[in-house]
């Protein structure tokens, strides 16, 4: 495993059972939003990139897929077979890296959600799944996403890296764009939605590199993107606007 893999295990395993229950992670209607962006065949076999905690692939199950789901972490593992149990022979997971060999390939569709910005090539991590679909396959993503703006971006990259060890980048909606294009991939849909993000329950749930005073001054002081707009409240919790991106292309025939 290399070196960045280790350390997203690490993270992962540490922060698996607050992820599970993060209010932007696990709301179902936007898991709903994600399955109906995605707009695959019935019964299409799907593997989801990076599947945490099972929350994506629950989702794709319940809308009657099948699922093979991989993840570097043995926690988040554990919980999505546990989430996913009552699926029955229509869900499978392996704790692996995605480019590991797999037990299967010719997928009908592979998904990531938020694992993007935690990869260290992530043309690569797209041309992974790209490989491992079938010809007409689908690939969708949903991260979170930048301003265009370098100062901005700057920013907004430099409070994620305080508050997670393990992210690597955040890419604008047209970036993402860009590599779905570079990866090969055709007829490319994209859609934004907003989110809002609690700044201490996202806090407390990372790996950070800063203290957390330190973040949330930054955090306040700073220029604003879009995507990540932050805004004291009369309380004093600090609320963050941020935007998602969901990228959806297909492998030519
Ligand atoms: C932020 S979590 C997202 C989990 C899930 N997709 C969701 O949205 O609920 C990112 C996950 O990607 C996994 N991951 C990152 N790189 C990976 C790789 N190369 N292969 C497999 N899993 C990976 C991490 O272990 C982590 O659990």
Do not use: N
């Not at 099972?54 to 593992?77: H, K, P, W």
């Not at 920013?155 to 970036?175: F, N």
């Not at 407390?204 to 409240?233: I, N, W």
């Amino acid at each position: 495993m290399r070196d960045h893999e280790r350390e997203l295990q690490r993270a992962f395993d540490a922060q698996a059972a607050a992820f599970e229950h993060a209010p932007v992670q696990s709301d179902p209607a936007a898991l709903e939003r994600l399955v109906a962006f995605a707009d695959l065949p019935a019964a299409a076999r799907i593997l989801d990139a990076g599947c945490g905690p099972g929350l994506v692939s629950a989702a794709f199950l319940r809308a009657g897929y099948r699922i093979l789901g991989v993840d570097l972490s043995d926690e988040m593992i554990q919980r999505a077979r546990a989430r996913c149990a009552a699926f029955g022979d229509r869900a499978w997971f392996e704790r692996q890296s995605l480019f590991d060999p797999l037990p299967e390939d010719g997928f009908d569709a592979a998904v990531s959600r938020y694992v993007i910005h935690h990869v260290t090539d992530p043309l690569a991590f797209l041309r992974r799944q790209v490989e491992l679909v079938r010809p007409g396959g689908v690939v969708v993503a949903s991260d979170h996403t930048t301003d265009p703006d370098p100062a901005r971006a700057r920013w907004h990259y430099q409070i994620e890296c305080w508050r997670d060890r393990t992210h690597t980048r955040c890419l604008t909606a047209g970036a993402l764009t860009d590599l779905f294009a570079a990866a090969g991939l055709l007829d490319i849909r994209l859609t934004e939605e907003r989110f809002a993000l609690d700044f201490d329950e996202w806090f407390d749930r990372g790996s950070p590199t800063r203290p957390k005073a330190d973040v949330r001054a930054r955090l306040l002081s700073g220029p604003g993107a879009r995507g990540f707009l932050p805004q004291e409240l009369a309380d004093g919790h600090v609320r963050i606007a941020s935007w998602r991106a969901l990228v959806r292309g297909v492998k030519s025939v």
